[in-house]
């Protein structure tokens, strides 16, 4: 569907709900994003601000995709915060595309949803957006980062 979302709250939890149903998306609950914040509960703000974003900007978008995108932008299904894994340095960069693989694993993907995933750490990782709908996400990620980083401590 394109065009205004009006409820985004109901929206986005209604598809994180099927999400938690028929996936390893509960385990997103369990790790820590920035502060206190869970990675579940980032998502789903990540969500809610882009609806906002998309709806103030009055950007026509595609409300599934979006929605879906914004929860699995970070279904990286790991503790990045274990300092005691060498990769985990390298989080920044490179779990855009675990995400993108575990979400490609448990679920069938539109292209929207992918670029959504893969491009959200942008400009981190080299290669920008392709959609609006991932524009959007990469933007709200960074503002409910912020506002987790600097207030959730």
């Known amino acids: ?3 205004k979302i009006t409820n985004r709250y ?10 938690i149903n028929t996936s390893r998306f509960h385990l997103t609950k369990g790790f820590i994003q920035h502060g206190k914040i869970s990675v579940y509960s980032h998502c789903f703000s990540v969500a809610v601000m882009s609806i ?13 995709a ?16 274990d300092t005691d894994n060498d990769a985990h340095r390298w989080h920044g960069f490179t779990h ?6 575990n979400a490609q694993e448990d679920f069938e993907l539109t292209s929207r949803e992918c670029d959504i995933i893969v491009h959200h750490m942008f400009p981190l990782v080299p290669f920008p957006p392709k959609c609006r709908e991932a524009w959007i996400v990469c933007l709200a990620d960074k ?5 987790e980083t600097l207030f959730c401590r």
């Open 10 to 19: 109901a929206d986005v939890s209604e598809t994180a709900d099927k999400l």
């Open 96 to 101: 855009p595309s675990t995400a993108l693989r």
């Open 1 to 3: 569907m394109v065009g």
């Open 66 to 81: 979006l929605i879906r995108g914004a929860l699995l932008h970070d279904y990286f299904l790991y503790d990045w915060h």
């Open 52 to 64: 906002r974003i998309a709806n103030f900007l009055d950007i026509k978008v595609d409300k599934k």
């Open 143 to 147: 503002i409910c980062a912020l506002r």
